[in-house]
């Protein structure tokens, strides 16, 4: 069992770079399949990048080139480093972890970043 916790959302002028940060408490990181999702204001949940317990990752084509992924299974947590923000990117971000054997999912608080337009 993991329980996320995330960290790093505010606010940034388009065009500028936040770094997210979501440390998940328990034992199993990284046997956890982590992602991104964010949620903007009257849309829905959507998936905005990956990474695999061996470290694949995947993202969004809104956000390709622009956000990466990445893990540090040794301090049990998972980043997502954003550049060339845009309006668009405002959202809450949501770090979910996923067990590939239960198929269990935990959630973390969600952290705003806005980005003003």
């Known amino acids: 069992q993991v329980q996320p916790v995330e960290s790093g959302g505010g606010l940034v002028h388009a065009g500028g770079s936040l770094r997210l940060s979501c440390t998940a408490s328990g034992p199993t990181f990284s046997n956890h399949v982590m992602r991104w999702y964010r949620q903007a204001p009257g849309k829905q949940r959507e998936l905005v990048a990956s990474i695999s317990t061996g470290g694949m990752t995947n993202y969004a084509e809104s956000v390709k080139g622009r956000f990466t992924i990445s893990r540090d299974n040794a301090k049990k947590t998972v980043y997502l480093q954003m550049a060339s923000l845009r309006p668009e990117d405002t959202a809450v971000y949501y770090c979910?972890?996923?067990?590939?054997?239960?198929?269990?999912?935990?959630w973390g608080q969600g952290p705003k970043v806005t980005i003003p337009s």
């Open positions: 979910n972890a996923t067990s590939p054997l239960t198929h269990r999912e935990y």
